[in-house]
T-cell receptor
Framework: EDQVTQSPEALRLQEGESSSLNCSYTVSGLRGLFWYRQDPGKGPEFLFTLYSAGEEKEKERLKATLTKKESFLHITAPKPEDSATYLCAVQAGYQKVTFGIGTKLQVIP | DGGITQSPKYLFRKEGQNVTLSCEQNLNHDAMYWYRQDPGQGLRLIYYSQIVNDFQKGDIAEGYSVSREKKESFPLTVTSAQKNPTAFYLC?????????????FGQGTRLTVV
């Protein structure tokens, strides 16, 4: 059974304090790993797709990396507007996507 | 602007009632999905459709029904057979019929049983 585990469940950072969110996965035949951002009461917003180990993608203060067992979402010098829940999802087979519970990030001014 | 529109934002259902959640997209995407989100759990797939007039059950389809009569529309009916319908429902679409690409989500419908 495909599994996605995100850690920590919650993270509180001071503005400017860089950190990383972890997404560990077990899946047979990874087709893609996705990162989303979700604000309270809203739908998830797509951030990145990673397809193979060693791949990295960046967007503003966010950088996503992928190994064979986990992905990291690095947040550099976060701002309060980066506060949200970050979701990780993996796709193994045909239309088979498994989501993690998410990491709730709070950035304090 | 292109996107996915879900309505209503909030919905209240009495015991024994069927209710229908609306989902419309103008992204010209083939694939559409319905997910359910509960506190402390990841998103769970209810139904998906890759093409008009065809849809498949996801992991938790019991007590739900869908239709795909138009490419743009994928309504979800929560029937009285769904024992615990209170949840946040998310509709999504994707340009790739087989998945493997990102999904675009609507803003969700929060359903509460009263």
């Amino acid at each position: 059974e495909d599994q996605v585990t995100q850690s920590p469940e919650a993270l509180r950072l001071q503005e400017g304090e860089s950190s990383s969110l972890n997404c560990s996965y077990t899946v047979s035949g990874l087709r893609g790993l996705f990162w989303y951002r979700q604000d309270p009461g809203k739908g998830p917003e797509f951030l990145f797709t990673l397809y193979s180990a060693g791949e990295e993608k960046e967007k503003e203060r966010l950088k996503a990396t992928l190994t064979k067992k986990e992905s990291f979402l690095h947040i550099t010098a976060p701002k309060p507007e980066d506060s949200a829940t970050y979701l990780c999802a993996v796709q193994a087979g045909y239309q088979k996507v498994t989501f993690g519970i998410g990491t709730k990030l709070q950035v304090i001014p | 602007d292109g996107g996915i529109t879900q309505s209503p934002k909030y919905l209240f259902r009495k015991e024994g009632q069927n209710v229908t959640l609306s989902c419309e997209q103008n992204l010209n995407h083939d694939a559409m999905y319905w997910y359910r989100q509960d506190p402390g759990q990841g998103l769970r797939l209810i139904y998906y459709s890759q093409i008009v007039n065809d849809f498949q059950k996801g992991d938790i389809a019991e007590g739900y029904s869908v239709s795909r009569e138009k490419k743009e529309s994928f309504p979800l009916t929560v029937t009285s057979a769904q024992k615990n319908p209170t949840a946040f429902y998310l509709c999504a679409s994707s340009p790739d019929r087989e998945g493997g690409t990102e999904a675009f989500f609507g803003q969700g419908t929060r359903l509460t049983v009263v």
